[in-house]
């Protein structure tokens, strides 16, 4: 069965950066994307970036772009995310998604999430 | 940027009632709109897709429509579990949610 295990929750101080890992089980690595979502506490889902797991292709939002980067290591079957200048806003559930092969394309199954805590 | 609208953003209903919540977005996506339902404390977890596909294993009460800008996701008599906030997603251009609609027991 499809599952996907992100890191432990982390505590960070402002201006920091945080690399968040996800390493999905249950089927072959590099053929499915993998997105990442944050959630702030008491707030709505936010789409925070793609990547292919085949390719490396990257796709992120403009309000990230810059501060975020995405990345694979096949090797290990692991995706990751780094988010750095880290701000007290940025502190949310973060979670790892894998995506649908092909179109129409859906978020079928997320990781458990990993708490950042962003605080001086 | 594709901009996601919910409606309500909270609604209160009994179970057995029937609700029915919306999703417009600000062009035109098709038909790749998707929808999910998260419980506190948990991961979103997916229930249509394709704006009316039902993921395996969702209940038949849940059931999507619509297209283009316009779309419904309806629950049949409402059981307790399904008490919960509800998010659309866009899959057209990037992705995008909608604000999320919280459902609770009146």
């Known amino acids: 069965q499809v599952q996907v295990v992100q890191s432990g929750a982390e505590g960070k101080k402002p201006g920091a950066s945080v690399k968040v890992s996800c390493k999905p089980s249950?089927?072959?690595?590099?053929?499915?994307?993998i997105n990442w979502v944050r959630q702030a506490p008491g707030q709505g889902l936010e789409w925070m970036g793609w990547?292919?797991?085949?390719?490396?292709?990257?796709e992120y939002p403009q309000k990230f772009q810059g501060r975020i980067t995405l990345t694979t290591d096949t090797s290990a079957s692991t995706a990751y995310m780094e988010l750095r200048s880290l701000r007290s806003d940025d502190t949310a559930v973060y979670y790892c998604?894998?995506?649908?092969?092909?179109?129409?394309?859906?978020?079928?199954?997320w990781g458990q999430g990993t708490l950042v805590t962003v605080s001086s | 940027d594709i901009q996601m609208t919910q409606s309500p953003s909270s609604l209160s209903a009994s179970v057995g009632d029937r609700v029915t919540i919306t999703c417009r977005a600000s062009?035109?996506?098709?038909?790749?709109l998707n929808w999910y339902q998260q419980k506190p404390g948990a991961a979103p977890k997916l229930l249509i897709y394709?704006?009316?596909s039902l993921q395996s294993g969702v209940p038949s009460r849940f059931t999507g429509s619509g297209s283009g800008t316009d779309f419904t996701l309806s629950i049949s008599s409402l059981q307790p579990e399904d008490f919960a906030t509800y998010y659309c997603?866009?899959?057209?251009?990037?992705?995008?949610f909608g604000q999320g609609t919280k459902l609770e027991i009146k």
């Open positions: 998604v894998r995506e649908s092969r092909t179109s129409p394309y859906y978020f079928d199954y």
């Open positions: 249950g089927y072959t690595f590099n053929t499915y994307g």
């Open positions: 990547i292919s797991t085949d390719s490396a292709d990257t």
């Open positions: 062009q035109s996506i098709s038909n790749f």
């Open positions: 394709a704006a009316s």
């Open positions: 997603q866009q899959s057209y251009s990037a992705r995008s």
